[in-house]
């Protein structure tokens, strides 16, 4: 059974940083490219970053966020600086076989999702 579990988020100041972490277990780690999304009040759930042979970024984290992966722990990283209030929202990291043609910013094409965990950052 595959699980993804999330470190806890926070809460941060605005200009803070925070660092989430999601560990994967019961799936081949290395053929599968990790996803981060958002999930933010009253709004649907977007696309923050993915990371797999290279990393791609939503427009309104880039230079901000950094998605990585150790392998050997089945681990999948998103830092985040510079962050903003508007970056409030509920993060989850999710797994994507790696394949052909695949779109990392559809959700849709997702495999695996953790439970989320809040992010809060006051103004």
């Known amino acids: 059974q595959v699980h993804l579990v999330e470190s806890a988020g926070g809460l941060v100041q605005a200009g803070g940083s925070l660092r989430l972490s999601c560990a994967a277990s019961g799936l081949t780690f290395g053929s599968y490219a990790m996803g981060w999304f958002r999930q933010a009040p009253g709004k649907e759930r977007e696309f923050v970053a993915w990371?797999?042979?290279?990393?791609y970024y939503a427009d309104s984290v880039k230079g901000r966020f950094t998605a990585s992966r150790d392998n050997a722990k089945n681990t999948v990283y998103l830092q985040m600086n510079s962050l903003k209030p508007e970056d409030t929202a509920i993060y989850y990291c999710a797994a994507q076989k790696l394949r052909f043609g695949a779109n990392l910013r559809s959700q849709d094409e997702y495999d695996y999702w953790g439970q989320g965990t809040q992010v809060t950052v006051s103004s």
């Open positions: 990371s797999g042979g290279n990393t």
